[in-house]
């Protein structure tokens, strides 16, 4: 199962936008909605973020959001703050208890 | 309060196995799957496959067959990842994660640092 394609990285100043890709095939994201999102900070484990697309656990802030179209799934940030520079990743169901998830995208707040 | 607690850091010969555990507290272990997933420094998230907590069911990556062996104590909540004839790449952190529904990983453990070296 190949990985996920996502952008090695992304930036954006503070208070601004940024939006993450998670492009997969018919067979993962397309296929479900089942694709989640997580937040690594260097050293920590990752933390849920997103989960079935477009929904948020409690706590994760209203500036995290979800989507999808076709194979593509992403995840926006607004309102960009200091303390969302991480690593983030996507992850599909991939049918017949099958997982894969995305290549990880580094966000830097500049 | 979930905590998934995993046990210490390892540093095997290549060739070796390493057995890794996730002690859980603060939820009905039997109700959900386990997930493992590791990291190679530097690297992406992988994931290595999971366990049925209720009836021991598992499923691995085609990428993990033959050496990975999950298992579950469930007397004592505590889930088991076995990972046979290392090699240098399998350098990597180790991390155990609950999943509720199809595919949100919840809680994760603190992670186990296994380095393979001779």
């Known amino acids: 199962q190949s990985a996920l394609t996502q952008p090695p990285s992304a930036s954006g100043s503070p208070g601004q936008s940024v939006t993450i890709s998670c492009t997969g095939t018919s067979s993962d994201v397309g296929g479900y909605n089942d694709v989640s999102w997580y937040q690594q900070h260097p050293g920590k484990a990752p933390k849920l973020m997103i989960y079935?697309?477009?929904n948020r656990p409690s706590g994760v802030p209203d500036r995290f959001s979800g989507s999808k179209s076709g194979n593509t799934a992403s995840l926006t940030v607004s309102g960009l703050q200091a303390e969302d520079e991480a690593d983030y990743y996507c992850?599909?169901?991939?049918?017949?208890?099958?997982?894969?998830f995305g290549s990880g995208t580094k966000v830097t707040v500049l | 309060q979930v905590q998934l607690v995993q046990s210490g850091a390892e540093v095997k010969k290549p060739g070796a196995s390493v057995k890794v555990s996730c002690k859980t507290s603060g939820y009905t272990f039997i109700s959900y799957s386990m997930h493992w997933v590791r990291q190679a420094p530097g690297q992406r998230l992988e994931w290595m496959g999971w366990i049925n907590a209720g009836n021991g069911n598992t499923k691995y990556s085609q990428n993990f067959q033959g050496r990975l062996t999950l298992t579950r104590d469930t007397s004592a909540s505590t889930a088991y990842m076995e990972l046979s004839s290392l090699r240098s790449e399998d350098t990597a952190v180790y991390y155990c994660a609950r999943v509720v529904g199809t595919n949100n990983f919840d809680y994760w453990g603190q992670g186990t640092l296994v380095t393979v070296s001779s």
């Open positions: 079935e697309v477009s």
């Open positions: 992850t599909s169901y991939a049918g017949s208890n099958n997982y894969v």
